[in-house]
């Protein structure tokens, strides 16, 4: 998600809302990594993998952007190629980043998106106005044919309601236009994959933004716009039909303000509202657009910290508002698939020094640990209810079921609460009483006799 659009929803009034009921929780929810700056770099490929898979990860979502493997792909004038031939493309370090996911036997979420070649945008200057259908098409075909075997699922275009990646997002009277610039590329990436022999491989639809503003297409007019359906889920074409699909992706980033916010733009999705997206995608559903109970991933998402003075919050806050959102997510039984949004900070901005990246990451830009790093090994949440507190928790590492030792403090030493056995998945669920002061923390020891603390974490309503 581009920061700027972050940074324009900063100052906006927050409202708590409770999280769903930790009895409806999806049973097969899993969580995708994406690392582009440590996974794209040969030089630090192989340690980030290490360090992925360590942390009890066994997926990866990896953008592949169109302009940055086509031939000539500044020109105005398109070279003769066989766009469907995956020799005719520099496919750089997409494939050993690819072949090494392979290799490690775990899942990839691939997708495909724009910038795109410059000689593919009707003669537009940019490289991301009205891309051609036919073209894109094309390229799917061809990325289908080269590396459609070894991925587990596909989705299409990142953000395109936002006009970082597709435009125009609306026309002269301001209604939104990208939802049926993005319907057309979808239904020709849908097209691509059957033409490179692969009818069935699962796609997603959307990984749409989570806020709109008046240059940003929010993401349920987005939806319901690419679905040719109006506010009232009327269709708005009889030339439209259901869009057969495996699922929603989306990036419900929410602000500084934590995973509770909920956003006043009845058409905005962060992780606080999900209820919203579900919601539409069933009335979708019922119009005939979608198929029924759609699942969703959400399949980018992080927490901003500091350095960043305006958007990032403290550390011990980046580790506690993710692990919330997570089991928000978790508790979710729509969702079937978390993420992860950096290992690393972006770098800062040279020469000016501006952090105009992402800092969401486990470690700084320069590699140091933050608390979160050992947060997303064991992630751990605690809801305040009434005079006790639900606490919620993970070992991500974990094959198996498996023991934690629940600490907590009252502005001492930790104590021990309890030790409590997990799930076969890893995770597990305690009651304790509440303090305003109260801290806890968990304790694992993984089978090779190495032991890792939570950073401890204060409740939340």
């Given at each position: ?12 009034v ?62 105005r ?5 066989d766009d469907t ?5 520099s ?23 724009g910038p795109?070649p410059?000689?593919?945008t ?7 106005t009205r ?12 990325v ?27 026309d ?6 990208s ?14 994959l059957?033409?490179a022999?692969?009818?069935n ?7 749409t933004?989570?806020?709109?503003t ?5 993401p ?6 690419t ?9 708005t ?7 057969n ?5 989306h ?17 905005d999705?962060?992780?606080g509202?999900l ?18 109970k759609?699942?969703i ?5 992080g ?9 990032g ?25 978390f993420?992860?949004y ?7 901005d040279a ?12 470690r700084?830009?320069g590699?140091?640990?933050k ?10 949440a ?5 005079s ?5 928790g ?13 600490e ?15 799930s ?5 669920a ?26 401890p ?5």
């Open positions: 998600m581009p920061k700027t659009a972050l940074l324009a929803v900063t100052a906006l927050t409202v708590l809302v409770a999280a769903p009921g930790a009895a409806h929780a999806s049973s097969q929810q899993t969580m995708t990594f994406e690392a582009p700056r440590d996974l794209m770099d040969p030089s630090t490929r192989t340690q980030a993998l290490n360090e992925i898979g360590a942390l009890g990860v066994r997926s990866v979502r990896v953008v592949l952007y169109w302009h940055s493997v086509a031939p000539a792909a500044d020109s004038v398109k070279p003769k190629f031939d995956p020799t005719a493309y496919w750089g370090e997409y494939e050993p980043l690819i072949q090494a996911i392979h290799d490690r036997g775990w899942k990839l979420l691939l997708t495909v998106s795109v410059r000689w593919a009707n003669g537009a200057k940019d490289t991301v891309p051609s259908p036919a073209m894109f098409g094309q390229f799917v075909t061809a289908g044919r080269k590396f459609g075997a070894v991925v587990d699922r596909f989705s299409i275009w990142n953000e395109p309601n936002q006009p970082q990646f597709l435009q125009p997002q609306f002269a009277r301001h209604r939104a236009t939802p049926m610039i993005y319907r057309s590329l979808f239904l020709a990436a849908q097209r691509g059957r033409s022999g692969m009818p491989k699962p796609i997603l639809l959307g990984e933004s989570p806020r709109g008046g240059k940003v297409v929010a349920l007019t987005f939806l319901r716009g679905l040719c359906l109006d506010d009232r889920y009327h269709r074409s009889k030339s439209c039909h259901k869009l699909v495996a699922g929603y992706a990036h419900a980033y929410t602000t500084r303000e934590g995973p509770l916010f909920k956003p006043p733009g009845a058409n999705v962060t992780i509202v209820s919203r997206l579900t919601t539409t995608l069933d009335r979708a559903a019922r119009a005939g657009m979608l198929p029924a759609l699942p991933s959400l399949t980018e998402f927490i901003q910290s500091v350095p960043d003075p305006l958007i919050v403290s550390l011990s806050l980046q580790n506690e508002y993710r692990s919330i959102a997570e089991r928000i997510a978790y508790e979710n039984p729509r969702v079937t698939a993420s992860q950096l290992l690393r900070d972006d770098l800062p020469p000016s020094g501006k952090y105009g990246g992402f800092e969401s990451g486990l700084t830009s590699g140091k640990d608390p979160s790093l050992q947060g997303f090994r064991l992630p751990l605690a809801k305040r209810s009434g006790g507190v639900s606490l919620w993970l070992v991500r590492p974990a094959t198996g079921a498996t023991t934690v030792r629940v907590f403090s009252d502005g001492k030493a930790f104590r021990t609460l309890a030790n409590v056995r997990t076969a998945r890893g995770t597990w305690k009651r304790s009483a509440y303090r305003s002061t109260r801290r806890w923390r968990v304790q694992w020891t993984a089978p090779d006799g190495a032991t890792f603390t939570s950073p974490v204060g409740a939340y309503r």
